[in-house]
């Protein structure tokens, strides 16, 4: 699901807010869940970046691969 400029609410809802994601560690020494999560949150080369919502789903993976990522999130 992508965010759009001026999105409305649903339902009473506020659309969720945007998080930009970076990977900063490489593949060594990589558990295989956090290698699975970072695959799934297509972060699969160090220092790339991915703009994801803040969906409970997403906040959930970002738990798993703290220790590999740092993000932040958008201002607006």
């Given at each position: 699901m992508?965010?759009?400029e001026g999105a409305q609410s649903?339902?009473?809802e506020m659309p969720y807010t945007r998080?930009?994601?970076i990977r900063l560690k490489g593949l060594?020494?990589?558990p295989p869940d956090v290698e699975k999560?970072?695959?799934l949150?297509?972060?699969r080369r160090r220092y790339t970046c991915v703009v994801i919502d803040g969906r409970p789903s997403y906040m959930g993976m970002l738990n798993i691969v703290k220790d590999w990522v740092?993000?932040?999130r958008?201002?607006?």
């Open positions: 992508q965010v759009q649903v339902g009473g998080i930009a994601v060594a020494d990589t999560t970072l695959n949150l297509r972060l740092t993000w932040g958008d201002r607006r």
